[in-house]
């Protein structure tokens, strides 16, 4: 058996002792052996938490939608190449689309985009097989940075790491969150644009 987590926009896992007062809106208790919880905590109540045979993993339609995982190197620069080609969008919601790669949101494509040099609103053919190899690159690195600093709790402190502390990534970020500060590279000031309610961070000469 399986057990599938999937956190929606504020769920969190809790690792914690049993004796600790329980966090609002802790929604599944899991108990282990040797002493201590897992507890799912959700406000917002967008996640779940189901157990399922682990051949039927493929048949459970959010999962069986996931795009390919850059942790597990299954994102080469072919497939980036023949997709952007493909596509005919811009490239910020297509790297955030999780049927094309998994764990890339708002901010870690922001990210990601700036250490590409690449604009959030370039269209996918226009991107050069340069740029492509850049992207490569930063896809996996920006990701592997957030973990080894326990993820980004932006300014709500939403997110949470395994044992309820705020995560340090947030502090690292390069262009995310950062509008009218100076760009680590250049100096020229970060700029701010909406995309599809959301906030896009951009440094105006290095993103072309």
Known sequence: MVLVAHLGMSGQLILSDSARPFAGHTHVVLHFSGGGQLRYVDPRTFGEMFVTEESDLGEIPELARLGRDPLAGEVPVDYLASTFARRKTRIKPLLMDQTFICGLGNIYSDEV?????VRHDRPTPAVTPAETRLLHD????????????????????????LYGEVGGYQNRL???????????????????????NRSTFYCPRCQS
């Open 113 to 117: 985009l700036f250490l590409a040099g």
């Open 138 to 161: 930063a896809i996996p690195m920006v990701l592997r940075e957030s973990i080894q600093s326990r993820g980004s709790s932006i300014a709500d402190e939403q997110y949470r790491d």
């Open 174 to 196: 390069r262009v995310y969150g950062r509008e009218a500060q100076p760009c680590l590279r250049c100096g020229t000031p970060i700029e701010r644009a909406r995309w599809s």
